[in-house]
């Protein structure tokens, strides 16, 4: 377990967390607005239902002599209301909750002053004090005074203060829902995640949102699957490969062993001692070709040749060199070897290319028959330099033409001690040709002969 395991939440504790963060969030708002909404709704009602008030008092009074206002309203109005009966100078005549002589003077206060010039007027005001609104309702009178009608109300916050508790109580509330919601939303949403069938990521029925990851697995998947493959054939082509290695060299090394043994034990004559030293000099010659075939195929492997800072290798001349140094073995076998075509160029190894048209033509000399031939032609062909190394030897069969490249096959295995040779030129020639990046095709007929073409990305 990694060590930011601990770090991560549970799904059901992010489910909880983000539901019960919405879930209050939702409720606050809520309650806000709705009392807002309700308290503002109320207060408009209550404002129209002041000023109605206000209308039936001033008809009320305005029906009443005026000397007789004052006692009317202490006489016909009582209760929550607070009246207020104003002369047109601003002198307080009356006043339904305080005593007129200790009040000042009314004529600045704005309900007055707008009633005054509007006929009627309802304000609102704040009481830092007391925390509370007033709402004032003024009608003019026929006489020119003011009637004024007032009630005192709590303000927004007050009154969201006094919903403070129910809200409260709702927020816990809430929180038990969602933590029992939460808890049947995780199972549920759990409930197909943990029936995955991981070996099979494109077989389930899932959440839409979840097919990248499947998909991504499932990728994973196969190309961990395509990399054991290739480990595994990796792994039985070492063996095969150590196998054959140890099996081609124990041969030489027998035949070796054991004419030196009986030249140390001078059990030879003196006119085979020749002999026996020329077929030793011949099986350490095998080795040796053998060794640095095997070494050559491990350089390949490991990509190990680079272009040695040469910037193009000229095919044509490397090819005449190369049937140069095998005009003695081909002369011994009775078998002619011919370079033809024109120069042509590929980047690559020089070093590597002389060894893959080495092989060729060394190939096609081994497996053919006395005053056979052997024709490599050079050429370039549009964007691709282009070799064609053609014998006449006894051909290869359609079904053997993939399997001629594979570590140490021959096909006749029957003359493999006849004709000699290691088993790895072929399989040198077609890793080179990939070295170079390009490609290798085997035609011609059974009986009739074998044409290697190799195709090459042509160099300036």
Partial sequence: MSPTHFRVKS??????????VFTLGIIVLLAVA???????????????????SAQDAARYLNATPSAENAPALKSQFSG??????????????????????????HADRPEVQEAAEEGEAVTLRYSDTLGTDTVYAAVKLDDGGIVRLSETRHSLLSFLGDMLVPVLVALLVAVALVFVLSKVLTNRI????????????????????????LIRIDEQQRQLKAQNRELA??????????????????????????????MKNDMVQPADRQKFAALIYDEAQTMRSLINDVLTLSKLDE??????????????S???????????????????????????????????????????????????????SVVMRVEP??????????DTGPGISPDLRDKVFERFFRVDKSRSKETGGTGLGLAIVKHAVIYHGGTIAVEGEEGQGTTFILRFPAAN
């Avoid at 011919?338 to 081994?366: F, H, Q």
């Fill in 80 to 105: 929550l209301t607070r009246y207020t009966l104003i002369a047109p100078d601003g002198t307080v005549l009356f006043d339904s909750a305080a005593d007129t002589g200790t009040m000042d003077n």
């Fill in 190 to 213: 759990m409930k197909p995640i943990d029936a995955l069938d991981f070996a099979n990521p494109l077989d389930n029925e899932i959440y839409e949102e979840m097919d990248p990851l």
């Fill in 303 to 316: 990509s190990a040749f680079d272009d040695e800072g040469a910037p193009a290798i000229e095919l044509l």
């Fill in 233 to 262: 054939e990796a792994e039985n082509m070492r063996r095969d490969f150590s196998s054959n290695v140890s099996h081609e060299m124990k041969t030489p090394l027998q035949v070796i062993s054991g004419y030196a043994e009986l």
């Fill in 11 to 20: 799904l059901a504790g992010k489910i909880f967390s983000s539901v019960l």
């Fill in 381 to 390: 062909e549009g964007d691709e330099a282009v070799v064609r190394v053609s």
């Fill in 34 to 52: 709705m009392t807002t909404i309700y308290y503002v709704s109320y207060e408009r009602d209550a404002e129209a239902e002041l000023a109605a």
């Fill in 318 to 372: 490397v090819a005449e060199r190369v049937a140069g140094r095998l005009s003695s073995f081909a002369s011994d076998q009775g078998v002619e070897v011919r370079v033809e075509g024109a120069p042509a160029c590929i980047a690559g190894s020089r070093t590597l290319a002389e060894e893959m048209l080495y092989n060729l033509i060394e190939n096609g000399v081994r497996y053919n028959h006395e005053g056979g």
